[in-house]
């Protein structure tokens, strides 16, 4: 029953699809990691030796396999960056590395979408990023599987294709920070709660998607996902 007191319906609750099941993740925000794969660093013209850092997307920004992303306004730049997504069972504050797995329900590939010609001009501008990065539908996102059966991924191949053709492709064993890094480095800013979601950065490749792209992403040992990108929203 709801809760008289709140004076609209409250949202419904974001979530991720679990493998081979009818249950769900449900999704409390959204964390992403700029800059974790040197190549990427390389080919966006940055220094590779600064560490990365953190912005975030709402928990209603996830589409699930199989969705379509309407193409979304203001842009004519939209990049796809394949990304392992890391998804919290608890949280806390200064969680030490050695622990930081024990915090992890599960896996997925998801695609941090980036309006890229936004994102550059908030950068120059010296701007909040969330224009370029937190927009409706930027955080495709497959179906997660639990650490409980496929353990805790730290190599294994990491591919975007774009209408059949490979973009990205890289390997997990690449990443700059490592995921118990990333989860220990997150929670000295912001205490991590269950819920919590991460987008752990992306390989080189890059590149702009249109309407009508089909995206088909895969990271070895942990599942896939599929979107088509739509026209524009009237
Ligand atoms: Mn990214």
Known sequence: MTDTRYVIPPPPQAAIAIADSDRLFPVRRIWCVGRNYVEHIREMGQDERAPPFFFAKPADAIVGDG????????TKDMHHEVELVVALKSGGR????????DCIWGYAVGIDLTRRDLQIASRE???PWEIGKAFDHSAPCGPLR???EIG???RGR???KVNGAIRQDGDLSQMIWNVPETIAKLSEMVALAPGDVIM????SGVAATVAGDRIECEI???GRLAVTIGPPLP
């Open 158 to 160: 990491i591919t975007l």
């Open 125 to 127: 501008l010296k701007r």
């Open 220 to 222: 070895e040992g942990v």
């Open 94 to 101: 200064n969680i030490p590395v050695a622990r930081a797995n």
């Open 146 to 148: 639990p650490a409980s």
């Open 67 to 74: 969705g379509t992303v309407p193409y979304p306004p203001l």
């Open 152 to 154: 805790h991924p730290t």
């Open 200 to 203: 752990t950065g992306t390989p």
